[in-house]
């Protein structure tokens, strides 16, 4: 070997320090702002219930501490999986959401809270499936595009493949029943199959189905009917049906521009049913008032719009799987916050889902969290392949 080819050789082995890839700092400090303000607000919603059940006010609190910890330890598990992984494993993935989501249908089971049978107990916790369910089936689909890329885009099977898949998992979610989270797979399924590059014309077809489909499931049901009632003209009924959209209604306008100040807020004082969880958002508005809304609403946006910036980034260095895990995970988180928004200020019919990052829940901040820290291995996977280019440049201008 030549004496100019060992040094080629050694000035590629050595990585530049001034090079190396970086997690995402702008998604990262989002999600840390998010998580901060939802745990001062579970302690705020929840300490006068709290102290009636538990005689310590911040009970709810505490837990949401620790469980904000054991998420962050899950994100930077997430953060140091290679994407090849979750690719490679994706139909192995899809299958064990199903099963699991079959699984907690079998009588004596699945674990039933207020009628709805949605998680498996483990004696110490309990599981709701449903929030890992959606992930792990955006991480299916994020591989399906890149497999059948072409027959995506040019044969009808390509299309409704998928769309079946989303379509059980949907249905089994239907029947715990958990039509918020149905809703929510389906749009962002709906969504990642678009960006795939599905053609316009099925594309429109399939959603007007199945909008059609979900209207038949929601008037179906009497429960369901229900709420679409009270969510057409909640003072009809106010004290029953109508009871926490108008508590909901009363707490938001009560916050006026500037809220009653941290603390402050009175319908969180055994008014408004499940304050810290599916309701956070009226009680963070009435304590916070309009501008605090529009803070809130911005860090989501942000959010949404960093993930798809990512996305964006990933699709044009070649890295599909990604750039599809990244437009699915902020599908996700947005198309929720946008749902938990839109129940709380009486813009869609109550659903069972909680604002991520914010409401009191265990299953929902760690699956959220191990979302996040999918989104940062791409951007890190992006920056590494763009660096491994910029450091063998380097090394040829140095030689």
Avoid at 114 to 125: D, E
Wanted: net charge positive; hydrophobic share 50%; glycine share 10%.
């Amino acid at each position: 070997m030549t004496s100019q080819a060992i040094r080629t050789s050694e000035l590629e082995a050595k990585p530049d320090p001034a090079l190396a890839p970086e997690y995402d700092r702008v998604i990262l400090l989002l999600y840390l702002t998010l998580i901060c303000i939802g745990l001062v607000m579970v302690a705020s919603a929840s300490i006068g219930i709290a102290d009636q059940q538990t005689q310590d006010p911040f009970y709810y609190a505490k837990r949401q501490f620790l469980r904000i910890l054991l998420s962050l330890a899950l994100m930077w598990f997430a953060c140091r999986v290679p994407l090849d992984f979750w690719k490679n494993n994706g139909m192995l993935l899809m299958l064990g959401s199903i099963v699991l989501l079959a699984c907690v249908l079998i009588p004596g089971v699945g674990h039933t809270v207020n009628g709805s049978t949605r998680w498996l107990n483990f004696g110490l916790f309990t599981f709701q499936v449903s929030e890992i369910a959606k992930l792990f089936l955006i991480i299916y689909l994020s591989g399906y595009l890149i497999r059948r890329c072409d027959e995506v885009q040019t044969n009808t099977m390509g299309f409704i493949k998928p769309m079946l898949i989303l379509a059980v998992a949907s249905g089994l979610l239907v029947m715990e029943p958990d039509f918020g989270a149905a809703a929510v797979l389906l749009m962002t399924g709906l969504g990642l199959i678009f960006l795939g590059g599905v053609r316009f014309g099925q594309f429109i077809l399939f959603m007007i189905g199945t909008l059609c489909i979900m209207g038949l499931l929601a008037v179906s049901s009497p429960y369901r009917l229900a709420r679409i009632t009270s969510f057409i003209d909640p003072w009809a009924d106010p004290f029953n049906s109508g009871f926490q959209l108008t508590q909901s209604l009363i707490a938001i306008g009560s916050g006026g521009w500037f809220g009653s100040g941290l603390g402050g807020s009175i319908q969180k004082l055994f008014y408004l049913p499940e304050a810290h969880t599916d309701f956070m958002f009226a009680i963070y508005a009435e304590e916070f008032g309009l501008v605090g809304q529009v803070v809130l609403i911005s860090l989501f946006g942000l959010f949404a719009i960093r993930c798809f910036s990512i996305a964006k980034m990933a699709l044009l260095k070649q890295q599909a799987f990604g750039g599809y895990l990244a437009y699915g995970v902020g599908l996700l988180i947005t198309l929720q916050a946008v749902i938990n928004i839109g129940v709380n200020v009486g813009a869609l019919p109550t659903k069972g889902l909680t604002l991520p990052f914010i409401s009191y829940g265990g299953n929902s901040i760690l699956s959220m969290s191990f979302a996040v820290g999918l989104v940062l291995r791409v951007y890190y996977e992006y920056q590494l392949g763009d660096n491994a280019v910029a450091s063998r440049r380097k090394a040829v201008r140095r030689l």
